[in-house]
């Protein structure tokens, strides 16, 4: 019988090893949103209308440092009267851990259809800004943005 | 723990759109986050933002991990009468906070 010699032992404990790391291996990240999530979300959201670009400005800065607050500024090209308003203003990523940013709710009250906050990016991508009218169009404006900093997953504490 | 800025012009015409402007002190965390041992940092967020004008609800905003940390929102109305514009945060753990500014329409 042929001892088993030493190199050969090494070499099989060493494949051993090799296969029981890889499958210790978790996933520690969590799972991204892709665009097809994005369009998931932003079916979820608007139900089933037809979704036209233009009426609504979505203003980013082209190039962010810091992913962790970026300005927006969203327009609406709308008169604000009591029978042609935007209802809301939806905002959605496609490489964020969620495809969901914010939701704002308008009417007639708010004279001027033209919010501004600050939010996270997780990674370079496109974020996109869907308005509904009063009439129940939805319009639509994207915008790409370089992220060199990203949000969201960098380790607490 | 939880401050608010608001700025509110103190009057205004009537008719007129006025901006307001919040800001709110919170941690905003995702709850994607992870210690260095692993354990994931539970998620701690405001999920709503209201602003009432004499009762009125005149500007909402539903709100998602991805918005920065200490949620500050831009956006107008229209001067219609004195009276209160209350704010109010609500979220996570149970947080409320309200805030309230007076506006003199002449």
Same mark, same amino acid.
């Given at each position: 019988?042929?001892?088993?010699?030493?190199?050969?032992?090494?070499?099989?404990?060493?494949?051993?090893?090799?296969?029981?790391?890889?499958?210790?291996?978790?996933?520690?990240?969590?799972?991204?949103?892709?665009?097809?999530?994005?369009?998931?979300?932003?079916?979820?959201?608007?139900?089933?209308?037809?979704?036209?670009?233009?009426?609504?400005?979505?203003?980013?800065?082209?190039?962010?440092?810091?992913?962790?607050?970026?300005?927006?500024?969203?327009?609406?090209?709308?008169?604000?009267?009591?029978?042609?308003?935007?209802?809301?203003?939806?905002?959605?990523?496609?490489?964020?851990?969620?495809?969901?940013?914010?939701?704002?709710?308008?009417?007639?009250?708010?004279?001027?259809?033209?919010?501004?906050?600050?939010?996270?990016?997780?990674?370079?991508?496109?974020?996109?800004?869907?308005?509904e009218l009063s009439d129940g169009?939805?319009?639509?404006?994207?915008?790409?943005?370089?992220?060199?900093?990203?949000?969201?997953?960098?380790?607490?504490? | 723990?939880?401050?608010?800025?608001?700025?509110?012009?103190?009057?205004?015409?009537?008719?007129?759109?006025?901006?307001?402007k919040t800001l709110i002190s919170?941690?905003?965390?995702?709850? !994607?986050?992870? $210690?260095?041992?692993?354990?994931?940092?539970?998620?701690?967020?405001?999920?709503?933002?209201?602003? $009432?004008?004499?009762?009125?609800?005149? !500007?909402?905003?539903?709100?998602?991990?991805?918005?920065?940390?200490?949620?500050? !929102?831009?956006?107008?109305?229209?001067?219609?009468?004195?009276?209160?514009?209350? !704010?109010?945060?609500?979220?996570?753990?149970?947080?409320?906070?309200?805030?309230?500014?007076?506006?003199?329409?002449?």
């Amino acid at each position: 019988m042929p001892r088993t010699s030493r190199r050969e032992f090494l070499k099989a404990a060493g494949g051993v090893a090799a296969s029981l790391g890889l499958a210790a291996v978790i996933k520690v990240e969590p799972a991204r949103a892709t665009p097809s999530e994005m369009q998931e979300a932003i079916r979820k959201t608007i139900g089933a209308g037809r979704v036209t670009p233009g009426k609504v400005k979505l203003e980013l800065p082209p190039l962010i440092e810091n992913g962790n607050a970026v300005p927006l500024t969203i327009s609406v090209d709308s008169p604000m009267t009591e029978a042609q308003h935007v209802r809301a203003v939806h905002v959605f990523t496609e490489k964020n851990p969620q495809p969901y940013v914010v939701t704002f709710h308008l009417g007639p009250r708010a004279g001027r259809a033209r919010v501004a906050t600050r939010m996270r990016l997780a990674d370079s991508q496109n974020v996109t800004a869907i308005c509904e009218l009063s009439d129940g169009s939805f319009w639509s404006d994207s915008v790409s943005i370089v992220v060199t900093l990203a949000a969201c997953l960098e380790d607490g504490i | 723990m939880a401050s608010a800025l608001i700025n509110v012009p103190a009057r205004a015409k009537r008719g007129e759109i006025i901006e307001i402007k919040t800001l709110i002190s919170h941690v905003m965390e995702t709850g !994607f986050r992870r $210690t260095q041992v692993g354990a994931v940092i539970p998620r701690n967020i405001i999920r709503r933002f209201v602003c $009432t004008y004499n009762g009125t609800e005149v !500007f909402s905003a539903d709100l998602h991990p991805a918005i920065s940390a200490n949620p500050f !929102f831009v956006f107008s109305t229209v001067a219609t009468e004195s009276g209160t514009l209350a !704010f109010t945060w609500t979220g996570d753990n149970g947080f409320s906070v309200t805030e309230s500014a007076t506006i003199t329409v002449e």
